[in-house]
């Protein structure tokens, strides 16, 4: 048995191969309940968790990590970023979030993720194993494109699955080409018509040659999110709608009746006004809890006790795109922590905060999972503390089975200068 | 450049009717820069005595106390320590909580980047001035709107003083504004009195950027900037020592030049400089052209390399307000550590905390949290009563209120938070801000109050 002292992050040494690890003397938060299993013995091989017992017995040839009675949750899941696509904000060759294709709004930005990117390494030391991101706004007004999940293995590859959602975004100076919001909703609510006509007569006639999804696509590419979209009226994807506004939330709500699909709101600034609505309508939200100033007039509303009012009302809600467009890349596991600590302070419960990390995302986004309940996906996080509060460190971070290594970037230099006399 | 040409021509052909003054009569007089045609309306609210009884205190001079009492009278503090005697005022059963000095925050945009932003903040900013690369003549106060939704937020989360800076676009940006964020009807009845006068500088990629488009005039490149300051602050020492010798009745007085006038109240000492600087080599070569030009840099802002010069730092005397957590947006950014305030405090640097943001700005107490997370990572552990000192009395000596604000301590005004947790936790909300003794903030108190006149009948947040 190989004994490996946890300290601090930066000392850690991965193992070279490890096909059984095994999590000691945990504060394990399993998400089955809201209370952890102490003293427990988390036991993972070949990817998934076999099982998680008090003080349970520690097979033989395992890699441990003892845990030391600190916390040990599921990885947490960022539920709105552009990680893996973006790096320097302002150097446009660095950045690869929006196609400006004029002819084909469909777009996946599954190819452009880069898992070498310093933002994944240092998110991933912050504890963040998986991550929505979406795409910025195509020129082909709604649409944004598919979002994918990322999932925050070592090496380039980080995709987990793309075509998760039709992206859209929707509010005041969203789009100039369209002007009003009104238009906006307009061309959203043909889209899904023509769709819905389109799969109609496939029902009666077969799919049309060339246009399903088995076959190739048209020889002048896919029209506006034309596929996906009828992913979402078959109800296999959600429609993600990126927007704020009250009268806007009710907008989307309408469209959960009108074309029986599932909505997902991102952002929703105002979305705790119709809390009960969005409940109703079995709509999910990500949001950005620390939000208490209008960026916009579409934020009038914002306020940091958003996400409590919306999880009492029975909103699923997950979290994401924390600290707006210096964090929610950059810090991409730390504002994510911070932020759910933030909707905790404001009256969420803590477990629901963490559920908001966790499980809530990943139902949102239709992937499911985010515990470490026997059977699921070995992703967890031993923490040196509260994992809500941002001053904890990720001691040891596990993804798929395998011990990654939690030394970003900032680590490198902070080693090399931190002795600097000069 | 455009407008230095014209501020040399105006100083070459200057119709020089200024009558000789006595030299008596003139040096009674304050300089030029240190005229204030801007006066603070601000009238201390009446002050509540309270004692607050058996809290953690961080007194920001980096003590801590356990079980601890504050009593505040008139406005002031009167005593910290244990067992206090209560005088017969409102006591507070502070037990289980925490009180430190107000939260400072040297380095704000609040009511010139308002929240929200419109077409027209956006087309026609307010956070600068941008016809020219130096605006040296410009008092941000003169444009900050007190209605800004943020003021109230940043006082709801404990900030009881901030520095209202102009942009990091022009080169000599302009002068500053220290204001307690408290509801008045003009910035005016905000305005802090008793600083010492700040002015902003910047170096590097926003500068040149800006120099860079076609329709500007400023330069193009770092060396260029560095050149323009030099040149810049060459120009205030002739127009220094003219205005000297005129006082000394040896020379003409020159006509009045706002900008020049403002930098010669930097190499006289009386205005001091925040200079916005990230790379390690943009921060040195500034601070070698300080020395040479015989004037301190109070502050690097933002700094976010100079945990790889921290002699240089220290042997200027020069402070770091840095960030705990922002890097990477910028190719200039792209080495910031999250570590660099621990770095620095461990190696004599003068630094704290500063948020250049509404967000951030209303948690600097979770800025410096995160910056001593990052600094255990590398075994520098900074305990509570040194990181307060990030966010209270090392701000108020950069902006030369160190006599005022910043520590708990008989004597000073009564600026101080009563956080319902260690403020170094998220969850901790702050139960009561003082200022100047008076209770500025009370969360029992029903939500919407204070309310901006923005937000008064739309149907916001509150």
Sequence with gaps: MRKLAIMLALATTAPVSAQTIVVTHAEAWTMDSAEPVRDATIVIESGRIVS??????????????????????????????????????????????????????????????????????????????????????????????????????????????????????????????????????????????????????DVTQGPAKGRGSGGPPPARGRRPGENPIRGVIAGDIPLAIQTHRESDILQAIALTSDFKIRVVIVGGAEAWRVADALAAAKIGVVLDPQANLPFTFDQLGARQDSAAILARAGVPVAIGLVGGSIHMNYNAGLALREGAGIAVANGLPWFDGLRAVTVNPLAIWGRGGGTLAPGSDADLVVWDGDPLEPSTNALAVVIEGKQVSTRSRQDLLAERYKDTRP | MMKRVRAAAVFATAALLTLPVPATAQRAAAAPWQENPYPSTYRAPTPEDQLLRGATILDGAGKRIDGGDVLVRAGKIVAVGKGLVNPGVREVDARGRWVTPGVIDVHSHDGTFVRPLSDPDREASDVSDLSSANVADTWIETAVNSQDTSFDRALSNGVTTMQILPGSTPIFAGRSVVVKPIRASTVWGMKVTGNTQGFKMACGENPKSWGAESENDGPTSRQGVIAYMRQGFINARAYKLSLEKARLGTGEAPPRDLKLETLAGILAGDIRVHLHCYRANDIAGALALAKEFGFRIAAIHHATEAYKIPALMREAGTCAAVWADWWGFKMEAQDAIRAEAPMLERAGVCVMMHSDSPADGQRLNIAAAKAAGAGRRIGIDIPPEQMIRWITSNPARLLGLDKHVGILAPGYEADLVLWSASPFSIYAEPDLVMIGGAVAWDRTKPRGEPVSDFELGRKGAK
Excluded: C, H
């Design chain 1, 52 to 201: 998680v017992t008090a003080g349970g017995e520690v097979p033989g040839g395992a890699t441990v990590i003892d845990a030391r009675g600190k916390p040990v949750t599921p990885g947490f899941v960022n539920g709105a970023t552009q990680l893996g696509l973006i790096e320097v904000r302002s150097a446009s060759e660095t950045s690869d979030e929006s196609s400006a294709d004029d002819r084909n709004a469909g777009f996946s930005p599954a190819r452009a993720l880069n898992g070498n990117s310093t933002l994944v390494s240092l998110a991933r030391a912050d504890g963040l194993t998986r991550a929505l991101v979406y795409p910025s706004p195509s020129r082909q007004p709604v649409f944004s494109g598919e979002p994918v999940m990322a999932r925050l293995r070592e090496g380039a590859d980080i995709l987990d699955r793309g075509d998760l959602a039709v992206y859209a975004t929707i509010g005041g100076g969203a789009w100039t080409k369209l002007g009003s919001r009104a238009q906006q909703w307009t061309v959203l609510r043909n889209a899904l018509t023509e769709a819905k006509r389109a799969a109609a007569s």
